[in-house]
Nanobody, 115 residues
Framework: QVQLVESGGGLVQAGGSLKLSCEAS????????MGWYRQAPGKQREMVAR???????NYADSVEGRFSISRNKIASAWYLQMDSLIPEDTAIYYC?????????WGQGTQVTVSS
């Protein structure tokens, strides 16, 4: 089992920045993919950014160039630096891990961007 805990959400004005953190515990040694997803009210959960154990990353088109995902060496923590935030980024953000068998999810952290 893997447990994930997010932190760093909050309220920010448009144009501002936030950094989200995800701390993983438990059986982290088989994690090969780490990510951030978000879900806005009335919308489906969507992928925001992913990073693999080899360092490869991919981003949703809507955040490309504004958000950056990173991780520590042993995949026990990963981060989402969010810059140039816009109101459309308002959502609950979830961190996610995959160990090639299943996905694990955090409880979510609210990000609200005011105009």
């Amino acid at each position: 089992q893997v447990q994930l805990v997010e932190s760093g959400g909050g309220l920010v004005q448009a144009g501002g920045s936030l950094k989200l953190s995800c701390e993983a515990s438990g059986n982290i040694y088989n994690i090969y993919a780490m990510g951030w997803y978000r879900q806005a009210p009335g919308k489906q959960r969507e992928m925001v950014a992913r990073i693999l154990l080899n360092g490869a990353t991919n981003y949703a088109d809507s955040v490309e160039g504004r958000f950056s995902i990173s991780r520590n060496k042993i995949a026990s923590a990963w981060y989402l630096q969010m810059d140039s935030l816009i109101p459309e980024d308002t959502a609950i953000y979830y961190c996610q891990a995959n160990n090639r068998l299943r996905d694990y999810w955090g409880q979510g952290t609210q990000v609200t961007v005011s105009s």
